[in-house]
């Protein structure tokens, strides 16, 4: 990559890395665990330097993504199994490690495997599609798992799995925003691919996930008390309830509408 190419990269994964921060680390994660100010200038810091990079892993990633890293001896998938074991060191050192967190390490590899095998097979079944969706947002769930040893706390496994749902839906609302995006170039979306797999069906199918995911969200969200109840869906809605509202009309690569109908 040429030096201008690296500033390019580094500035779009700032920009990245900063809206992240802000959107669930900052507005979700904070409030939701009632952290103090002194906890939240603790944890903010080390938060914002390891989204940054995650998405200059991602460089390497996007690099990679018509190469099969499942062939033997392939250098890519051996320079990103060093990144992540550069990361391990990097967060031990930082004190944000312990197993929870290591775990969301080994979750992001998945990701990186299975959107590499999608891509250069060209293989994305319903269940694939949905799996790298759950996947995708690992970076998110190793903010979260690192706020307990920055600060020294029990994790918090019920608040963990409450959260989960939420950030499947903030990625797959992420996804409808960006889809017209994401064909012109190719990037993986999960919408583009349920409209690969069903076309003119695809807004449906992908409302029937979306409610599945949520229906999880809110079973969950029924374990905590009245006013903490309240006080985690007013954050967690925020987070992806308009942002997957609207679906889309279907279209081809091309951009032409593959549906007659537009959907609300």
Not at 199 to 205: K, L, S, T, V, Y
Not at 226 to 255: E, N
Request: a neutral charge; hydrophobic letters at 40%.
């Amino acid at each position: 990559m040429k030096p201008w190419d690296r500033l390019q990269a580094s500035r779009e994964a700032l920009t990245k890395s900063r809206d992240i921060f802000r959107e669930f680390a900052r507005d979700l994660y904070f409030p939701a665990l009632a952290l103090s100010r002194w906890e939240r200038i603790r944890c903010g810091p080390v938060l914002f330097l390891v989204e940054f990079l995650v998405y200059r892993v991602d460089a390497v990633a996007e690099h990679t993504r018509d190469v099969d890293l499942d062939a033997d001896g392939n250098q890519d998938y051996r320079r990103l199994v060093r990144y992540k074991q550069a990361f391990a060191t990097l967060l031990r050192r930082l004190g944000a490690y312990d197993d929870a967190v290591g775990h969301q390490l080994d979750q992001g590899e998945q990701y990186v495997r299975l959107e590499n095998r999608v891509t250069a097979h060209d293989t994305a079944d319903h269940e694939s599609v949905l799996r790298l969706v759950e996947l995708r947002s690992s970076d998110l769930r190793l903010l979260h798992a690192m706020i307990y040893p920055l600060l020294g706390r029990p994790l918090d496994q019920r608040m963990l799995d409450l959260l989960w749902p939420v950030e499947v839906l903030a990625d797959i609302g992420n996804d409808l925003a960006h889809y017209e995006q994401d064909v012109r170039t190719g990037n993986f979306n999960a919408y583009a691919a349920f409209v690969r797999l069903y076309g003119p069906d695809a807004p449906r199918r992908l409302r029937a996930e979306t409610a599945r995911y949520e229906r999880l969200f809110h079973e969950r969200l029924s374990e905590f008390p009245g006013r903490r109840r309240v006080a985690l869906a007013t954050l967690c809605l925020r987070r992806y309830r308009t942002q997957i509202d609207r679906i889309p009309d279907p279209v081809h690569a091309g951009g032409q509408d593959v549906m007659a109908e537009g959907h609300a």
